[in-house]
């Protein structure tokens, strides 16, 4: 049984730089009418409570998004996700990617988000109702493979996994391959981490040299505690929305300056 929560985890500065980004693709999708999919692989619980013992015991939201929330003008996608959350779930709560897609989604929006943990599971499902967003207790690569590609067409996958499977990185490449030869419009986003033994490094050289017209962008921070591997935050991006760069270059200059 996969042992990783999200809930030690959320409003760190690897989720500041995936979920702003994130949510930053998200408000570009949304400014035409015509309706699009939203897949999640790896959805987590969608709300937390960074008041909670798992969020005080990292200290890694104190360190990520108490400290960057003033990067993000109140207009940003981002702050408009997270202002709707604490409107909604209290002055302490975080939205993970469900909740900050459900937040910018429209009523024409589909989406679907894959969850294997029973108990996070549990908590998504009760989070994401009574919007219509479908969750599915399964493997999240096996629910992209079955649905993509989706109707309607046009849209984006987020792929986050928690890489507790070290097969995730040698198996990932493969997984992108087909989604984006019978999906070559989406938008494939995939977050992995910068790490101090370079377990991410040949995964994200393969897909950079597998995709031409992609991002990838990389942000560093010091570790959460003295000796932990996790150095920064990396996401790649097959079909990058238009000025998607810009946007990850601004992040780029307050990241380097923390
Ligand atoms: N995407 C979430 C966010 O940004 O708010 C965080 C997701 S967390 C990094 C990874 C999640 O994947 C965990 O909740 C874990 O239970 C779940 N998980 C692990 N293996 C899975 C699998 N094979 N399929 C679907 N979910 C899985």
């Known amino acids: 049984m996969l042992s990783y929560q999200h809930a030690y985890h959320a409003g760190n500065l690897a989720d500041v730089h995936k979920h702003s980004l994130l949510a930053w693709m998200l408000a570009y999708l949304t400014r035409k009418d015509k309706p699009l999919s939203y897949l999640e692989t790896h959805a987590g619980r969608a709300i937390y409570d960074l008041s909670d013992a798992a969020a005080a015991k990292t200290g890694e939201a104190e360190a990520g998004i108490a400290r960057t929330l003033p990067w993000f003008s109140a207009e940003h996608p981002y702050a408009r996700a997270i202002t709707a959350t604490r409107a909604a779930h209290g002055g302490q709560s975080y939205p993970g990617s469900p909740a900050i897609a459900a937040h910018l989604l429209r009523a024409q929006d589909r989406m679907d988000l894959a969850e294997l943990h029973p108990g996070e599971f549990n908590a998504l499902r009760n989070a994401m109702s009574p919007l219509p967003a479908k969750c599915h207790r399964q493997d999240g690569f096996a629910l992209a493979h079955a649905m993509i590609p989706p109707t309607p067409r046009r849209g984006m996958i987020l792929v986050d996994p928690s890489y507790e499977l070290k097969t995730d990185y040698e198996a990932i490449p493969g997984h992108i ?65 238009f000025g998607m760069a810009q946007e990850a270059a601004r992040l780029n200059s307050h990241f380097d300056a923390l």
Do not use: C
């Open 177 to 241: 391959a087909k989604w984006h030869r019978a999906w070559n419009v989406g938008i494939i986003a995939l977050w992995y981490p910068v790490l101090t033994s370079k377990t991410h490094q040949a995964m994200a050289d393969r897909l950079q040299a597998s995709y031409a017209g992609a991002l990838r962008h990389e942000v560093r921070f010091a570790p959460a505690r003295p000796g932990h591997g996790m150095v920064g935050s990396g996401l790649f991006v097959v079909n990058p929305p």
